[in-house]
């Protein structure tokens, strides 16, 4: 081995995540997740955001992480020939970018920032590139003949594919042929949050309007977009909340807000549901639930689940994506079918009125998070892969 290969080994690697912007997402929670712990001996991380920071730029910056910003602009922001002329010099200060900070791999897990960095791959020469499998791939099925192409390009061109389910693996098999060769499945990962005091748990409850401490208060930390199921929530919990001291609170925000709170209304559900809005960080407030629900159409591994199973709480989940790898169906929770809005009642009836088997599941979600899915997991998983495709690249034993 010759004396600049070992100085090559002794530094730490390069790493690169790729992102449009830091905002509330369970993908880009799980980025800053990585550049908080991944061990800085071995790995010197930064941030690469093609649009804007976002929201969690100051966590970024908390953590001693460099995050260089492009300014991008989306399809929508401009007429077509200035949206072209404007991403062009996006591509050419991103390449210039790669070149100058010498990375030793890009990961970017979402469809635009794989296809950025494949498509320039050619110029930049970074030495590994990895693209993130973070959901299932229904939404490409209306993809145009130029994301079609675009995405194939991505394909040949990246060296390896992490998928952060089961289900999500699965799906890439199915609808892409990659093979297992290149394809790593690296669930995410978690991190056990204090319990609240009681004093804390009551003021967050009351901001919400739940001044009854008896109430049942079931939560869901979800966008108000498509895909999410509040629609068949709130239709569920219209079911559940006749005759019960319950109440919902649906964290986040989104372009279906108007139509949630006419929703709402129309159940005479306005006392009983809180559109609360979105906040920089839904951890905290988990210990505020007594139950956690999610009911998407599809997910990839949702960190709501994730999240909320790490405070104790037991969830009803419908059967989206990796939900069943989180929740187990009478074990720590209930998984129901998607859009089933009869069985997401039924299920959270059972909750609402079982303290016991609350606490039961709650106790037995916590555990397994502990021991499925801790930050330390996913951390060395990342860690690993990492250092055996530079290694591979490089040549190095």
């Not at 219209?238 to 949630?260: D, M, S």
């Not at 559109?275 to 159409?297: H, K, Q, T």
């Not at 916590?366 to 899915?373: G, M």
Request: glycine share 10%.
């Amino acid at each position: 081995m010759t004396a600049a290969t070992a100085g090559e080994r002794r530094r730490p690697l390069r790493i690169a995540y790729i992102n449009n912007s830091l905002d509330l997402g369970g993908s880009e929670r799980q980025m800053l997740l990585l550049a908080r712990h991944l061990p800085r001996d071995r790995f010197q991380v930064e941030f690469i955001m093609l649009a804007r920071p976002g929201i969690l730029a100051p966590e970024v910056e908390a953590a001693g992480v460099v995050m260089h910003v492009l300014g991008g602009r989306s399809r929508r922001s401009a007429p077509f020939p200035v949206w072209a002329w404007h991403t062009a010099g996006t591509l050419l200060d991103f390449i210039r970018l790669i070149r100058r900070r010498r990375y030793d791999v890009i990961d970017a897990w979402l469809f635009t920032c794989y296809v950025f960095a494949s498509v320039t791959r050619p110029f930049t020469r970074v030495p590994v590139l990895i693209s993130g499998r973070r959901s299932l791939s229904d939404y490409k099925e209306e993809f145009g003949l130029l994301k079609r192409l675009a995405e194939r390009v991505a394909r040949a061109s990246s060296d390896a594919f992490v998928a952060n389910a089961d289900a999500v693996a699965r799906d890439v098999r199915r609808r892409e042929g990659i093979v297992d060769e290149r394809l790593r499945v690296i669930h995410n990962g978690v991190e056990l949050p204090v319990p609240l005091l009681p004093a804390e748990r009551q003021r967050i409850r009351r901001a919400w309007g739940v001044e009854d401490e008896s109430a049942t208060l079931i939560g869901c930390v979800a966008n108000y977009k498509p895909g999410k199921g509040h629609e068949v929530l709130i239709e569920a919990f219209a079911r559940t909340a006749q005759g019960r001291n319950a109440r919902l609170v649906l964290i986040g925000e989104g372009r279906l807000r108007e139509a949630l709170a006419r929703q709402i209304a129309g159940c005479g559900l306005a006392d009983r549901v809180v559109l609360a809005g979105s906040v920089p960080d839904p951890r905290p407030l988990y210990a505020a639930f007594d139950i956690g629900v999610l009911a998407s159409e599809s997910e990839g591994l949702p960190n709501g689940l994730l999240e909320a199973a790490a405070a104790g709480l037991p969830t009803v989940t419908t059967d989206a994506g990796g939900a069943r790898e989180v929740v187990v169906d009478g074990a720590t929770g209930f998984v129901v079918p998607i859009g089933d809005h009869d069985a997401l009642a039924g299920a959270l009836e059972r909750l609402v009125d079982d303290a016991d088997l609350r606490r039961r599941f709650g106790a037995a979600a916590r555990a397994r998070i502990a021991t499925e899915f801790g930050v330390e997991r996913c951390v060395e998983a990342f860690g690993r892969l990492y250092e055996e495709l530079a290694s591979a690249r490089a040549g190095l034993p």
